[in-house]
């Protein structure tokens, strides 16, 4: 009897997770999508192209998707059973709630595993293509589209203007071509009654087959102190004028440029840049003692280091001309070597200045390094923690479908996403350890499953419209009796 209700409540959640984890998916990519749809529409960019985007956009959203699906399936799983009346049935039968909850623990387990295998494997290398590709669409020009009437200037070098274009899309009319590729100005004119537009087969090229035109050119010749300015001026019948169209298409950048990046990177390598950068603070400050050192050895004198703790005065500059040290060099020495004082000290703050300023960057690094290190985890954990909320709220609710169990779902997601954002940031600011501000919406969301258990356990009427209904009756009985007998 037990097999077959663990076997009835794993064929009852899964249905419900597939469905909610794809849609829940779909919205996500759908919400890039829109995100960046005005920087994509118009670059003329392929359906493979848009279809390789989407699909590794969608492989790197499943670690929100994941916990998401799995709460919401959760509450519509044992929402549907407490409307149906199933989980009472279990009870009577002397099974407890956890009991029944164990084969769907022990596969969520599962999931966390391989969400964890998957974050840790998967993800880097769809964060390497997606934003790679991503960066590559952005960056690449719109499509080359000539308007009747308006100057385009996107092929470099050129300033195209035509008067009108028919409705074919290729023939012509009314053209006027500046060539700037000789970098004088417009020193070179074409004009054309008609034309064709003809891109190559492989759109590498754009030939403008003109018809019944001239071509202006101005050529500037230096002899001496004298400025000859030749005009040429040629009549063409047909003449084929080819465009290089090289700049429209996207050039992919080299992927090895990104693979530093801490979102492309697993555990092990994360954990490598994080042992990196310890062994680099420690150098950091080895070299700028091995620096200064020799330059401080004067602290050891106490006239040298009372004469610190003055104000810098004419009296301290005396003080300092009349110190122990100067009094051993030559007068004529004494300037030169006031002077190789201040250079040398120059010299150190500009090298702490640098290290400093080198430190912060790699620290910020760090900081990067570590938060991702700790987001591989909490992904994981996120799936049980979520089905832990998920399973016994939907047990209280009693209701199953898309209605109450997605507005509850989506309002605990919302909760717990705010606080993951929250802690993240935090830990990006150095305000918190990057440990604890990832594990804060975890940390804070775990207490409020164990109380939701405990509900769930008793049989608790929170979410109940008749409980809330009969306790408010309750509340106003003692009224109403009062006003009777006056």
């Known amino acids: 009897m037990i097999k077959k209700l663990d076997i009835l409540i794993l064929r009852s959640f899964i249905g419900p997770f597939i469905v909610t984890f794809f849609i829940t998916l779909f919205v996500l990519v759908m919400q890039f999508f829109w995100l960046y749809m005005d920087e994509l529409i118009g670059k003329g960019l392929g359906v493979w192209m848009i279809v390789q ?39 009577a039968a002397g099974i407890s709630l956890l009991r029944f909850m164990r084969p769907l623990l022990f596969f969520i387990l599962l999931i966390g595993l391989g969400a964890f295998v998957f974050s840790n494997n998967v993800i880097p290398y769809a964060n390497l293509k997606a934003l790679s590709l991503l ?108 465009f290089d169209l090289s700049s429209f298409r996207v050039n992919r950048t080299n992927e090895n440029l990104f693979k530093d990046a801490y979102q492309m990177m697993n555990v092990r390598q994360l954990s490598q840049r994080i042992d990196s950068f310890k062994r680099y603070e420690n150098h950091v400050a080895k070299n700028v003692g091995i620096y200064i050192g020799p330059n401080i050895a004067a602290l050891g004198n106490n006239n040298f280091i009372d004469t610190l703790k003055v104000k810098p005065t004419a009296k301290l500059a005396a003080r300092a001309y009349d110190s122990t040290f100067l009094q051993f060099v030559p007068d004529t020495l004494r300037g030169r070597v006031m002077q190789n004082a201040v250079n040398q000290a120059r010299n150190a703050k500009g090298l702490l200045d640098i290290s400093a300023t080198d430190k912060a960057m790699q620290f910020n690094n760090y900081l990067q390094f570590n938060i991702e290190w700790h987001r591989k985890f909490t992904l994981s954990f996120a799936c049980v923690l979520l089905f832990l909320i998920g399973a016994p709220l939907g047990a209280i609710i009693r209701k199953g479908g898309l209605g109450m169990p997605l507005v509850i779902a989506v309002l605990f997601f919302v909760v717990f996403h705010i606080m993951s954002i929250t802690g993240e940031k935090l830990a990006k600011a150095n305000a918190v350890p990057s440990w604890a501000g990832m594990w804060m919406a975890t940390a804070m969301l775990l207490p409020i499953a164990f109380v939701l258990i405990n509900q769930a356990r008793n049989d608790s009427q929170i979410f109940s419209k008749e409980w809330y209904a009969r306790v408010w009756s309750k509340i106003i009985a003692p009224f109403k009796r009062r006003k009777q007998i006056g």
Do not use: C
Request: aromatic content about 10%; proline content about 4%.
């Open 53 to 91: 985007l989407l699909f590794y956009m969608s492989t790197t959203m499943v670690p929100l998707a994941l916990p998401l699906g799995i709460l919401l399936a959760s509450i519509m799983t044992f929402g549907n059973m407490g409307e149906n009346f199933e989980l009472v049935a279990i009870k």
């Open 135 to 242: 960066y590559d669409l952005r960056n690449s020009k719109p499509t080359f589209n000539i308007r009747p009437g308006q100057f385009n200037k996107d092929i470099d070098g050129f300033s195209i203007r035509v008067g009108e274009k028919d409705k074919d899309g290729q023939t012509i009319r009314n053209i006027l071509i500046y060539d700037h590729t000789s970098g004088s100005g417009n020193n070179k004119v074409v004009l054309a009654r008609q034309g064709q537009m003809l891109p190559t087969p492989d759109k590498h090229y754009l030939i403008f087959r003109l018809n019944d035109g001239w071509r202006y050119e101005e050529n500037i010749n230096n002899e001496g102190s004298r400025n000859t300015n030749q005009q040429v001026r040629m009549y063409f019948k047909s003449w084929d004028m080819v």
